[in-house]
């Protein structure tokens, strides 16, 4: 059998990351309006538009890229019992203590800021929309999102911090007090 590629082109990863979440029940729009909700308390008229962008841009690189295979495949093995007892159990009840999928969530949401992490926190303890959904299904016997629910929630929180991230670029250069300085320009103080 022909081995398999392991690189992929941005474009590439941003489809193969389409579909397995729409295979898992996820969509790009679903992630988005979390994305959107979140930041519409601290900005009024968030475009939808760049809430979708901003989930799409995480879903094409390639770190997110990996998060969001793995999580998928590994929600597959335990729903196909692939694992030994007692972590098949303690995976499939997605029990309480056991937190490694909430570290992977953590480590995906910094990725436009360290406010991602505080983003990513606020959805996990308030599942809304999708990851409601996910939590719910996950409780039936024979389906797991155990580590899905968490990317998907670490996705909607790091697009949240890109939205605040370009709102607040903007803002910054609609001030007039802002210098509009090129770090060049400090070349002149040192000579
Ligand atoms: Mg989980």
């Known amino acids: 059998m022909k081995k398999g590629r392991t690189l992929f082109t941005r474009e ?9 979440l ?18 519409s308390r601290y900005t009024k008229d968030i475009s939808m538009d760049l809430c979708i962008k901003s989930v ?3 879903l094409s690189l390639r770190d997110p890229f990996h998060f969001v295979q ?3 495949d590994l929600d597959r093995l335990v729903e196909a019992k ?6 098949q159990e303690i995976l499939h009840d997605d029990l309480g203590l056991f937190g490694i999928d909430e570290t992977l969530g953590l480590d995906l949401s910094g990725l436009y800021g360290t406010i991602g992490q505080t983003n990513f926190g606020d959805i996990d303890v308030n599942k809304v929309g999708v990851i409601n ?3 719910e299904e996950g409780k039936k016997e024979g389906v797991c999102h155990t580590f899905l629910d968490d990317i998907v929630g670490a996705i909607a929180a790091a697009a949240s911090t890109r939205v ?14 802002y210098q509009k300085l090129s ?8 000579k």
């Open 133 to 135: 959904k996910l939590n």
């Open 12 to 20: 590439e990863m941003l489809q193969m990351n389409i579909k397995v």
């Open 70 to 72: 793995l999580a998928a």
């Open 164 to 177: 605040a991230q370009v709102i607040n670029e903007e803002l910054a250069l609609v001030d007039d007090s």
């Open 82 to 87: 692939a694992f030994s007892s007692p972590m």
């Open 56 to 58: 799409e841009k995480i």
């Open 183 to 190: 770090i060049f320009d400090f070349e002149d103080d040192i």
């Open 22 to 39: 729409e295979q898992r029940g996820v969509t790009v729009r679903s992630i988005a309006e979390i994305t959107h909700k979140q930041q």
